[in-house]
């Protein structure tokens, strides 16, 4: 199996701060996975792209990246079932499908990172979600070192989360993802921005309608670091919501059924006089305040430092805890962001 020593992760970040890594690993096939060392005492950290993760500390723990490739497409009466590799790159897929005349993604064109990684927040853009298409997600269990098959009610997707996030979390790595598409496809419009198109939009209109609202939205990663939405967008009971709204009834609001709402975290951050804050060569960004941004800092702890002010003002002024959705990584493994120290 391919693999490296003392690996500089830098270029293997969005947020492009300095990291090393003492071994990382680059597992291909089935035969490379049983060749990982057992890795259950040590710590260790499994990395797609590094779109959705923070390098804390400049040592970093070992690293497994899963490299599995390809795109298998079979035909049923009705739909296309298409098997991707970890490791393959989520834009491109999306892109290539939307070519090949398989429809489904183009609500999520342009989110950054590996197709290995979107199970494990479920991504979603647009009103659409993974899981709207996943069907199934094979994974490399390490202790028994089988490809086990989860199905969608397996993965126990919801917002920004699943199954991989926690009873399976650091048990076992993502190997190949397997989506089923309608072949009879209906443009899915009713997200903010999408419904200035005409219900009859073709999945290309729909795509390139995406990626132009995100252009015009969201920083570059590669121009200037960062990592999209830093935080999650807070999910309250009715009661707090309804205390809210009283208070700011232009509040941005999503009801989400069992008597809980979602609020917009970016909104509240604005609210907070945050958008366009600077500290130590990070910020939040002055377009998108849900978006941290990296304009010349190589350490990690400058942003953590910056998400934990973000945290205090959002709490002091409308008591409500945002979370990040960026996992934080230290050279002891990924900590959560409230036990953090900044050094
Ligand atoms: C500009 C920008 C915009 C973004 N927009 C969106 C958006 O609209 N919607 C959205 O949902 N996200 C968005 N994100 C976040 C990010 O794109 C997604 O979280 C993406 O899935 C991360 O992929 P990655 O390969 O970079 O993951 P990484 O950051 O490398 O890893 C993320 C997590 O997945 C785990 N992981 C990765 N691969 C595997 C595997 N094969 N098996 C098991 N675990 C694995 C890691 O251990 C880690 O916990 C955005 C990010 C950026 C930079």
Known sequence: MESS??????????FN?????????????????????????ENFYILGDGTNTLFIDQQAPT???????????????????????????????VSSLLEQGIFGLENLALIPGSVGAAPVQNIGAYGVEFSNFCIQVKWFEFVSKTVNTLNNDGCQFTYRNSVFKHALYN?????????????????????????????????????????????AKLPDPQLLPNAGSFFKNPIVD??????????????????????????????????????????????VHEKQALVLVNYESENGQD????AHFVQ???????????????????????QDFADLVIK
């Not at 020593?5 to 969005?14: D, E, G, H, M």
């Not at 990291?19 to 890795?39: E, R, V």
């Not at 009466?77 to 991707?84: C, E, K, L, P, Q």
């Not at 072949?183 to 419904?195: E, F, H, P, R, T």
């Open 5 to 14: 020593q003392q690996f500089s992760l830098q270029n293997n970040n969005s």
């Open 17 to 41: 701060v300095k990291a090393i890594c003492p071994t990382i690993y680059f597992p291909k096939s089935l035969t490379d996975l049983k060749q990982l060392p057992d890795l259950a005492s």
């Open 63 to 93: 690293i497994i990246k899963p490299s599995f490739t390809g795109v298998d497409i079979t035909e049923t009466a009705d739909s296309y079932i298409v098997t991707v590799g970890a490791g393959e790159n989520w834009h491109q897929l």
């Open 171 to 215: 048990k076992g790595i993502i190997i190949e993802v397997v989506f089923s598409f309608p072949k009879v496809w209906q443009a899915n419009l009713s997200y903010a921005g999408l419904n200035e198109l005409n219900e009859n939009a073709t999945a290309k209109a729909v795509m390139e309608k995406v990626i132009s609202l995100r252009q």
């Open 238 to 283: 009715e009661t707090i919501f309804t205390r809210l709204q009283r208070e700011y009834p232009k509040m941005p609001f999503y009801p989400q059924g069992k008597k809980q709402v979602k609020l917009a975290a970016g909104w509240l951050i604005e609210q907070a006089g945050l958008k366009g804050y600077c500290e130590n060569g990070v910020g």
């Open 303 to 306: 942003i953590v430092a910056l």
């Open 312 to 334: 205090q003002q959002v709490l002091a002024k409308f008591d409500i805890i945002i979370s990040p959705e960026v996992r934080m990584l230290t050279s002891q493994g990924e």
